[in-house]
């Protein structure tokens, strides 16, 4: 659906209603990451249910710094209580020794809806797992571009047999466009459906090679750099990606074999055509000189200047 054809209350009303429909008296489940998209699935889930869906934040040690804190407060103000779960070791232990971008996917399918909300559907007694997945994740998993964590019943995979619950979708015939205004309208604040898009396998779509604790903390450390320093850029989305080999530097007049970091930033608006944002030279400088003095080890600092396509937006 084209977002001038969308009609924000009326979508509203008529998801709540299906949502309600479907789950019946039943009890669902859904995941909240903090961004848009999660965020709106999660407030139509609470206006249809209310307390029958229990909201759930994986700390999968992949997420951005300090982020499980900031989501269970905002949405304490919201009125929707999000427990934390911490499932950092299962999705380190799946992604060990794994380097190739699909299977590092699938590791994080896998560990998301098998063994973490397999776990918590049983416990729970859920029937249904809510998710946000968009009409962008779908193009790209079906076109073979790359495979979106989300993406199951498409792909025909029956999830009621695979993991024991059910999907349900209500944001998947929009674009990221279209979502916003409908976060907008559910009375999501600004912070939340201006949010810049964050990818489903969280940090983990930006580290080459294989994910390891310590490189999703030099990732982590860049991307707060680069957060702070990119808030008031207007971009739709940037990003701190560390590369798999190391380079050589110098530090103190010696040799400094370190790590590169690549820095993307993208105008667009649904994400399915972007640019590379141009940024002042003095922006770029100070990134730079940050990074590498702020970021232990690193010594390279790049910026990529691809389109999209030929390139995508997320590196993994």
């Not at 019946?24 to 961004?35: E, H, K, M, P, Q």
């Not at 992604?95 to 299977?103: C, I």
């Not at 201006?194 to 983990?204: K, Q, V, Y």
């Not at 990732?219 to 207007?234: P, Y």
């Amino acid at each position: 659906m084209r977002v001038e054809d969308l009609e924000p209350d009326k979508f509203v009303r008529e998801k709540v209603e299906e949502i309600s429909a479907v789950v019946g008296t039943d009890c669902a489940i859904n995941a909240l990451s903090g961004g848009v998209d999660s965020s709106t699935v999660t407030m139509l889930g609470h206006s249809a249910l209310g307390e029958r869906l229990k909201t759930y934040f994986i700390e999968n040690g992949l997420m951005r710094e300090g982020e499980a804190e900031q989501v269970v407060s905002l949405f304490a103000d919201l009125g929707v209580k999000v427990e934390v779960v911490d499932a950092k070791k299962q999705f380190f232990d799946a992604l060990s020794g794994v380097t190739d971008p699909e299977e590092k996917r699938e590791a994080i399918t896998q560990t998301f809806y098998r063994d973490v909300f397999g776990k918590l559907v049983r416990e729970s007694g859920a029937q249904f797992l809510l998710q946000g997945t968009i009409l962008t994740d779908v193009d790209e998993t079906v076109a073979g571009i790359k495979r979106q964590h989300n993406i199951l019943t498409q792909l025909g995979i029956d999830t009621e047999r695979e993991f024991g619950y059910k999907l349900i979708e209500p944001l998947v015939q929009l674009r990221k466009d279209g979502v916003r205004e409908v976060a907008k309208t559910l009375g999501l604040p600004a912070s939340v459906y201006n949010r810049a898009p964050f990818p489903g396998p969280a940090l983990a779509a930006r580290v080459i090679g294989e994910v390891t604790p310590e490189r999703v903390a030099v990732v982590r450390k860049a991307t707060v750099i680069l957060e702070d320093e990119l808030r008031d850029s207007g971009a739709f989305q940037c990003m701190a990606i560390l590369h798999e080999d190391r380079v050589t530097g110098m530090r103190e007049g010696k040799r400094d074999y370190g790590l590169q970091i690549e820095v993307r930033s993208w105008e667009s608006k649904d994400a399915r055509i972007a640019t590379p944002t141009r940024l002042p030279y003095d922006v770029l400088e100070r990134l730079s000189e940050r990074i590498t003095t702020e970021v232990p080890g690193v010594v390279s600092v790049t910026y990529n200047i691809t389109n999209k396509p030929p390139s995508t937006m997320e590196v993994v």
